[in-house]
């Protein structure tokens, strides 16, 4: 028996509301998976304008789902979760670096991706370490402007000689284990985190190639060592107001040795007095200390300062002269030089007319 016509119809009307509310449920199962997807993947994290310069800081052994993060919460990727996948995509996860990044909001993932896998920039600040410096104004300076711990720089350079000995042999004559005398005074650009056995073996290497651009040969011939030039170089660092001079000066010290005098330097004082003064009194002149070239003959143990390499060459040539005298005459720094008392007792007559002390 042949069906219905009536019957068909209504058989394929109720098929087709079943589609219908099939394909309705399916549309919204989508959608919420769309919209769960998207809330995941794309929803931004913070609300921010897009090119507004940020530093990040990625913390060291951070996880890729800490850096994800941190980058979304401040706006410089829209979504972490949508990071850690475009990390894993890129083969990155695991290789990013901590450090302080310059970057900007809204930038796309792969170049906050590149950037953070190749690391942060490197910085550099400029130090000037000036001549004559001694090695607790350098720890300050250092400190000051480069970061580098004093007390870590001062431990290291006032007692730690011998542990930069293999490289540098002159130091295993260094005095009480100190590098005072051997920190090359220069402008140093110094890499940001440098440590301070960093700092002081770039000083260290400093003095190497400036010691060769000096003749020590005769010196030497003398029997003296380069802790010895480096002494007298250190001596007339601070004694010697102008660069010409440097040789008078030296030629004082030699002459002084040679006649078996004692040296009587207030340079040499004044390296272990506080304070700074224009002259020593008679009692400072009896400051207890090896040091003291007032009360012992010979050079002081080690350098006062750290010479620079007009004064190390001076160590090594001293001028031909008679003089065992000199006395501070001129405020262009100049100085008057003597052969005998008698001169010498002038010189000093002026230094106080032009000084009034």
């Known amino acids: 028996m042949t069906p219905r016509p009536v019957q068909a119809n209504r058989k394929k009307n109720r098929l087709g509301r079943v589609l219908v509310v099939v394909g309705i449920v399916l549309l919204v199962v989508f959608l919420g998976v769309a919209a769960a997807a998207w809330a995941v993947l794309y929803k931004p994290a913070t609300e921010v304008q897009r090119g507004k310069s940020v530093q990040i800081e990625v913390p060291s052994g951070a996880s890729t789902a800490k850096i994800a993060t941190i980058m979304a919460d401040r706006g410089v990727v829209q979504n972490a979760m949508m990071f850690r996948v475009q990390t894993r995509l890129a083969k990155a996860d695991g290789k990013l670096r901590a450090g302080v990044y310059d970057l900007a909001t809204g930038m796309p993932y792969d170049l906050v991706i590149e950037k953070l896998e190749k690391g942060p920039p490197i910085k550099y600040t400029t130090v000037t370490i000036p001549e004559g410096f001694v090695l607790g104004q350098i720890a300050t300076r250092l400190s000051k402007e480069a970061g580098i711990p004093k007390k870590e720089f001062l431990a290291l350079a006032r007692g730690g000689a011998e542990e930069f000995a293999v490289d540098h042999p002159y130091l295993e004559d260094a005095y009480n284990g100190s590098l005072e005398g051997y920190l090359f005074p220069k402008t140093y650009r110094i890499k940001e985190g440098t440590t301070a056995r960093e700092a002081i073996e770039m000083m260290l290497d400093q003095f190497d190639r400036e010691i060769a651009n000096v003749d020590t040969s005769t010196a030497t011939s003398r029997g003296m060592s380069i802790s010895e030039i480096v002494v007298i170089a250190s001596i007339i660092e601070k004694e010697a107001r102008l660069s010409k001079e440097r040789p008078l000066v030296s030629s004082v010290i030699y002459n002084r040795l040679e006649r078996d005098m004692k040296l009587e330097i207030c340079a040499t004082v004044e390296?272990?007095?506080?304070?700074?003064?224009?002259?020593?009194?008679?009692?400072?002149?009896?400051?207890?200390?090896?040091?003291?070239?007032?009360?012992?003959?010979?050079?002081?143990?080690?350098?006062?300062?750290?010479?620079?390499?007009?004064s190390l060459k001076a160590a090594v040539a001293p001028a031909d002269t008679n003089y065992i005298y000199y006395v501070l005459t001129g405020k262009d720094g100049s100085q008057t030089y003597a052969s005998n008392a008698r001169d010498f007792a002038k010189a000093k007559r002026k230094s106080k007319e032009v000084f009034g002390q």
């Open 271 to 310: 390296y272990v007095l506080p304070g700074n003064r224009f002259r020593l009194t008679w009692a400072e002149t009896r400051t207890p200390s090896e040091y003291n070239t007032y009360l012992h003959k010979g050079l002081p143990p080690g350098p006062i300062s750290n010479p620079g390499l007009a």
